[in-house]
């Protein structure tokens, strides 16, 4: 599997991420072989958040990590903050909301180390753009946590390019991604400047539900004879497909099952031709480019 560095200042990443959304849909014993079967691939980096499986997954992960320490340091942990919703396990709120409080930063990164049983996180994501952030807090959190070497990197998540923009001002460190939802089912980002962006400040965007959340995959038919032409599954192109872009996208698949992340994988060795990926363009637009 390949390896890159997101942003110029690190870290570096495996080329295809695997996420952990939907890993509260299996049991333990399956957390610990999505693990084991993505570092097999090569795929060393993990995606989280706070809130996955109402709070649990990151538990469940670190449980496989305290079960095998040595796995730690042969992986990239990233985690999110910041959405808040009603749960039993945080009663103290009452409806939908997002914090980027100074407070609530430094008190959920605590919490995310202290479920993966670890001392630090690779990268730290704001999930969504809060409407009151106030961008001094976050900074200050942001300098405190990386002094303390509880996270090394940080970064956004489905953030637009002008709050990219003004909490980067604001930021002594880069924002080494931006972490939105890019796929031949939301082709968006290719046109409304979100990677005009990336390109432009040399930091590559990670691309959630890189499947379309498995909606390709109900879709499946051969496009245009792809298919055989590249001796490829559907999801293998759709993933070779994101990776031929020059910002350098890296796709976090969220497949539950182990075989699949080896499939994934096979797809860095896939690089679509020019004219091929226009034509899957078109198939998704419905119309040739102007
Ligand atoms: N930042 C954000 O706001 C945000 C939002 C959403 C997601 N994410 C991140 O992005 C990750 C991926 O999202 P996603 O789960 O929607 O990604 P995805 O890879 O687009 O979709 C995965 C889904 O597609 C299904 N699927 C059907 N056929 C498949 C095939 N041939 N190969 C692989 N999967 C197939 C999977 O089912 P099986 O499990 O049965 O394989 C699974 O339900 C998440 O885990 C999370 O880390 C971030």
């Known amino acids: 599997m390949e390896r890159a560095k997101i942003h110029a200042q ?57 079960k095998n320490p040595s796995l730690r340091n042969q992986m990239e942990l990233i985690t999110k903050c910041d959405i808040k919703f009603p749960s039993a396990k945080r009663p103290a709120t009452w409806i939908k909301h997002y914090d980027t409080s100074k407070e609530h930063i430094l008190w959920s990164v605590e919490n995310s180390l202290k479920m993966f049983h670890t001392d630090r996180l690779d990268l730290l994501l704001i999930h969504r753009p809060d409407p009151l952030m106030d961008p001094h807090e976050v900074a200050e959190a942001f ?40 796929s ?30 498995g909606k390709l995959m109900a879709e499946e038919r051969d496009m245009f004879g792809k298919a055989t032409k590249y001796n490829a599954s559907y999801s293998q192109l759709a993933l070779a497909w994101l990776l031929r872009h020059p910002s350098k996208i890296f796709p976090v698949i969220g497949t539950t099952q182990p ?29 040739e480019m102007p």
């Open 10 to 66: 690190g870290p570096t990443f495996s080329r295809i991420i695997a996420g952990a959304w939907r890993w509260h849909n299996v049991s333990p014993e399956t957390v610990e072989r999505l693990a084991l079967a993505a570092l097999e691939q090569g795929i060393t980096s993990f995606d989280h958040a706070d809130i996955y499986g109402d709070h649990s997954n990151e538990e469940a992960f670190g449980l496989a990590l305290k």
């Open 143 to 182: 300098v405190q946590l990386k002094k303390e070497g509880k996270v090394l990197h940080f970064g956004v998540s489905n953030f637009t390019t002008s709050q990219f923009r003004m909490l980067q001002k604001h930021l002594p460190m880069p924002l080494v991604t931006n972490q939105i939802e890019i």
């Open 184 to 213: 031949l089912s939301r082709i968006d980002p290719f046109f409304n400047g979100d990677l005009d962006l990336m390109l432009e400040l040399g930091v590559s965007p990670m691309a959630w539900s890189p499947l379309g959340g």
């Open 259 to 287: 075989d699949r992340i080896k499939e994934a994988a096979k797809a860095i060795d896939i690089h679509i031709d020019r004219q091929d990926w226009f034509e899957m363009l078109k198939w998704v637009m419905g119309a």
